[in-house]
């Protein structure tokens, strides 16, 4: 047992190591490939060095317009779940009513559904409200998925706040929704910055309702990488254009590291 406490932190050092080679080598081998010639071209040689990878991506119509609605779709999700949220928490955290642990279970389990099982009849409700093969469309099902685990979210961070902040303001005369915007969203920033972290991750790399509510337009980044796979793959393009669908998360998750950070520490995810 000397041994083994004498050495510990050389193994957790080394650990740590082994982890981080084996998370970052192919992050790294990506960038280094998506600089590189990998089909035969006039102007370049195989294996040399070029930013014409990440020149075709923008000259790319198709491509530039796949970034574009992927970023719709996270906007959409946000802007939409995270309001719509926040006052649904807020009841499920504050209020007894009847059914209402039925009705969290029920929005629960209606998160854990598979997405695909779903897509028949909610085709069928977008095509009757002709919004299928839209950029809302599609973002507006990414709601629909993302709103019960924002509620879930969102209702753990209320809970952990007194309820006598509640009572105190309201016997000082504000109204429920100037509470909740002057005292409750400070409080409960770090929730609703993991939980527009959620929306962003669904909607970024969502595929299947993707795939079903479009034919033409609304493709995500997704898709478009899929897309560049065939007979005689540009594995450079591939790779820059995976890397560039890798940069908005990276920003986000440097931009929010300390409400995200706070958020899964305190929080329930």
């Known amino acids: 047992m000397t041994f083994v406490y004498r050495y510990l932190p050389a193994l957790k050092v080394t650990a740590l190591l082994a982890f981080i080679l084996f998370a970052c080598l192919p992050l790294v081998q990506m960038t280094l490939i998506s600089f590189t010639v990998t089909l035969p071209k006039p102007s370049a040689e195989v294996g040399s060095l070029t930013l014409t990878n990440y020149t075709n991506i923008w000259n790319s119509p198709n491509l530039r317009s796949s970034f574009v609605n992927s970023i719709a779709y996270v906007l959409i999700n946000i802007c939409i779940t995270v309001p719509v949220a926040i006052p649904a928490a807020y009841a499920f955290s504050r209020m007894s009513f009847s059914g209402d642990k039925h009705l969290f279970l029920a929005f629960i389990a209606f998160r854990i559904t598979p997405p695909v099982v779903l897509t028949l009849p909610i085709f069928q409700l977008f095509s009757a409200l002709e919004i299928v093969n839209s950029v809302f469309g599609i973002a507006l099902a990414h709601c629909l998925f993302n709103l019960p685990i924002s509620i879930w979210i969102l209702q753990g961070f209320i809970s952990a706040i007194p309820k006598e902040l509640d009572e105190t303001a309201f016997l000082d005369g504000y109204s429920r929704p100037r509470f909740i915007w002057k005292f409750l969203l400070p409080q409960i920033a770090p929730g609703i ?41 540009d594995i450079g393009l591939v790779m820059a254009v995976t890397t560039a669908a890798m940069m908005p998360g990276a920003v986000l998750l440097f931009a929010m590291r300390t409400h995200l950070s706070l958020g899964f520490r305190v929080g329930r995810v």
């Open 193 to 233: 910055a993991v939980t527009a972290f959620f929306c962003f991750m669904f909607s970024w790399v969502e595929v299947v309702f993707a795939r079903i509510l479009t034919t033409t337009n609304g493709k995500p980044i997704s898709m478009a990488i899929n897309s560049l796979f065939g007979f005689h793959t």
